[in-house]
């Protein structure tokens, strides 16, 4: 695990580069899972967009703020994990490619379950925007104990 690595709540400051590290990690994939979309003659959806539409919820006031963790390297956002207490969903969680496999994840995650269960919640779920059963999310959440729930999106288990 990289001790050097700083997991803390979003800072004001951190408005648009939350959304701009989701955009460098999701948005290759994503534009991927649009354009199938679209051949099947569903609707195309801005990735770029939605991405930064995140950003946006999170930053639009100083309690939702609270709840967008964020692991930081030499000042450099490198890991991002978004929580939503009133659904007991995570949102987002990733890290960069570079860091992947340094216990990165796994920090952002307990730091998500952590907020939940001082919300009083008893269970999570992660909400992953892209087909996670066929990337190296579906590694991740299942090697720390998550299930997948009913679709290709989403996991969860118990807090």
């Known amino acids: 695990m990289a001790d050097d690595v700083i997991v803390e709540v979003a800072q004001f400051d951190d408005q648009g580069k939350v959304g701009e590290f989701l955009k460098s990690v999701f948005a290759p994939e994503m534009t991927a899972e649009n354009e199938r979309a679209k051949a099947a003659g569903l609707p195309d959806v801005s990735t770029e967009d939605e991405l930064m539409a995140a950003d946006d919820f999170y930053f639009s006031s100083a309690e939702i703020m609270d709840y967008c963790i964020i692991a930081r390297l030499d000042n450099k956002i490198i890991g991002v994990c978004c929580v939503n207490p009133f659904t007991s969903t995570l949102h987002f969680i990733a890290v960069t ?8 994840g796994r920090r952002l995650l307990e730091a998500g379950k952590t907020m939940l269960r001082k919300r009083g919640c008893d269970h999570l779920k992660i909400e992953y925007p892209i087909n996670a059963t066929s990337s190296m999310a579906a590694d991740f959440f299942s090697a720390t104990g998550l299930a997948l729930i009913g679709s290709r999106n989403y996991f969860g288990g118990k807090l």
């Not at 490619?97 to 990165?104: F, H, L, T, V």
């Open 97 to 104: 490619e570079s860091e992947r496999r340094k216990g990165i």
